[in-house]
């Protein structure tokens, strides 16, 4: 009895080209897929130096009185000279505070990386319609901070992966985890906003592209006081949290920041309902 063998000879057994095709598209779709996929440690080795944590004492003012309470957030230093930006609302700004509310951050400290006394900071502008808030450090010196670089930012497809960097608390040693999600779609109204499927979770969290590139921050996007009351349980989406506002816009916000800063301009200390964003 002859050896079984393959070969394209007539009477020969012949492996079916069909398959071999069929294979060639499972491989070369199994590339395409890792090549959208992020290296989770280099992710965490370039860009979590530049995710930081925001400590301060709120101080609440309202019809029932005054109180004070010590909480933190998550920020990300933009500015190798100390300038952070966080989720407006985590810092007592913006849709989150009750008509008739302020609330005031201060003793502000920015900790970096496994730092538990932290560098002073102080509140530098607001923007509640975009639910953005910036921090200066009092006295850098010399020092470069680690940041993303604004400039560096892509706008992904709907389908790509995209993935943010959230610093545990205190209790976990501020460990770094990756969080991954796709780009389930990108809302065109009140301003565009690029919608992850499944949520990102935490707000002021900085998302990036496999490749390491800025996407956005995660923020609340909510209608006014009177809209929002309005609403019914039987309208769907009437305020979302967690949607990422696109790289470009911060970059356009901040410089406005910056210069307002710079030219002297007031930071708002407190901030409620009654300066209601105004959709465009």
């Excluded at 190798?80 to 009750?98: D, F, H, K, T, W």
């Excluded at 102080?122 to 020092?143: M, N, Q, T, V, Y």
């Amino acid at each position: 009895m002859k050896p079984f063998r393959l070969g394209a000879a007539r009477g020969v057994f012949a492996f079916p080209m069909w398959i071999l095709m069929l294979a060639g598209m499972v491989l070369g779709s199994a590339r395409a897929s890792a090549g959208d996929e992020a290296d989770y440690e280099k992710l965490v080795s370039e860009k979590s130096p530049a995710v930081v944590t925001v400590k301060f004492v709120m101080k609440i003012k309202g019809a029932q009185g005054e109180a004070e309470s010590e909480g933190e957030t998550s920020g990300v230093m933009i500015e190798a000279e100390g300038i952070v930006l966080c989720s407006n609302s985590q810092l007592g700004g913006g849709p989150m505070v009750r008509q008739g509310v302020s609330a005031t951050p201060t003793e502000i400290k920015v900790l970096i990386g496994d730092d538990t006394q932290g560098i002073d900071a102080r509140l530098i502008a607001r923007d509640s319609e975009l639910d953005l808030s910036w921090l200066r450090s009092k006295e850098p010196g010399d020092k470069k901070f680690a940041h993303v670089d604004l400039a560096a930012k892509t706008t992904p497809r709907p389908g790509d992966r995209i993935y943010s960097l959230v610093r545990l608390g205190k209790f976990f040693d501020r460990a770094i985890s990756v969080r991954e999600s796709r780009l389930g779609g990108v809302a065109k109204k009140p301003r565009q906003l690029l919608i992850p499927s499944p949520s990102l979770g935490d707000l002021g969290l900085p998302v990036f592209s496999a490749s390491g590139e800025f996407v956005g921050l995660t923020v609340v996007q909510l209608p006014d006081a009177e809209e929002l009351q309005a609403a019914t349980s039987m309208t769907p989406y009437t305020g979302a949290r967690g949607l990422i506002l696109p790289a470009a816009e911060i970059a356009k916000a901040t410089a406005r920041a910056k210069e307002a800063d710079e030219k002297g301009d007031a930071a708002p200390k407190a901030e409620d309902e009654s300066e209601k964003p105004k959709t465009p």
